[in-house]
């Protein structure tokens, strides 16, 4: 009887799962941003959730969980439900997290299902609108001379302008004093007031800045010039071809989301890097979607667990401590 009555409760649960699953989503998903409102991420993010809440039937709500160069956010979404609602849109600080901080509350990989690759977006050194440099040459004679004065604004530890700070500083042979925000929002507000000097930041941020004259910008990150920027020599013109970064960003559910989630999360984005609203704004933003065949989930996986080990390499050679 014992037996039978298990049987019969473990049944109904199986087809109340799939229910749920087959009717997914029936309510708002929340996508978890781990990084400020207006920020890079966040106009990545609001720009998927607009286009895929189109594709699901459903609002797709972005959430901006700060702190921490996004392991707070990591943290939330690895521990909710894996009901497919709570959903993270996170970039390359995913798998740089691993190397910089001691104790992770989370696995980058283990904790996540992938959901697919978004976009590779290139970052460019900028400076305050008055910083007495007139091209990158300048820029690095003047921040040798002035190592100890000048201010690098970054994200926090495990950000892309953390990195990238690092990477310039490595390139040019400096140590600055690096001066860390919420997300480079609110760092960009800083560097607009003059209270910060320099800034290695996505083109998803700078590009308005840098067209209205607002921001200096001495190079882009990436091996070809943008249509966006057609001035901005790259780093590799200006002499520094090791210095080149994108900053790669994906979609993540928690361990244990269905493959009915999964899939249907993964179609919504797969539409949304074809949504021309999408495509257009990317472009105007100095970026583009990444090729299909880089949106699925097993190329995801597979990318994240190379950057985890490719960073912790670098990071190692370069002596750099976790927190
Ligand atoms: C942000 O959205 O603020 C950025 O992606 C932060 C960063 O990683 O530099």
Not at 18 to 31: H, L
Not at 39 to 45: Q, S
Not at 268 to 293: Q, Y
């Amino acid at each position: 009887m014992k037996t039978l009555l298990r049987c019969a409760l473990a049944a109904a649960a199986l087809a109340a799962g799939t229910a749920g699953a087959q009717n997914y989503p029936s309510r708002p998903v929340t996508m978890v941003i781990p990084f400020a409102a207006g920020g890079p991420t966040d106009v990545v993010g609001r720009l998927l959730a607009q286009s895929m809440s189109k594709t699901l039937g459903q609002q797709v709500i972005v959430e901006n969980t700060v702190g921490a160069g996004g392991t707070i956010a990591a943290t939330r979404v690895a521990r909710a439900a894996p009901d497919g609602y709570t959903i993270l849109l996170h970039h390359i600080g995913h798998s740089t997290a691993p190397s910089l901080y001691r104790k992770l509350p989370y696995d980058a990989l283990a904790s996540f299902e992938t959901l697919g690759l978004v976009t590779d977006v290139p970052m460019t050194v900028v400076a305050k609108g008055n910083f007495p440099a007139k091209d990158f040459g300048d820029l690095v004679k003047n921040v040798k001379a002035n190592q100890e004065k000048i201010n690098l604004a970054n994200a926090g530890t495990g950000s892309a302008s953390h990195l990238c700070g690092l990477l310039l500083q490595d390139a040019i042979g400096v140590k600055v004093t690096s001066v860390p925000y919420k997300g480079t929002a609110p760092a960009m507000n800083d560097l607009l007031g003059g209270q910060v000097d320099i800034m290695c930041d996505q083109t998803t941020n700078t590009t308005s800045y840098i067209k209205s004259g607002k921001i200096k910008a001495y190079a882009v990150t990436t091996p070809k010039r943008l249509a966006v920027l057609p001035d901005l020599p790259t780093t590799r013109e200006a002499g520094l071809p090791a210095f080149e970064v994108a900053v790669w960003h994906g979609l993540y559910a928690p361990k244990g989301a269905s493959n009915e989630v999964v899939s249907k999360m993964n179609h919504a984005l797969k539409v949304a890097l074809k949504d021309p609203i999408v495509i257009d704004r990317f472009a105007g933003l100095g970026t583009e979607p990444v090729a299909e065949s880089r949106a699925t989930p097993e190329v995801h996986k597979q990318y994240l667990s190379a950057e985890i080990g490719k960073w912790k390499s670098v990071m190692e050679k370069a002596g750099v401590q976790p927190e």
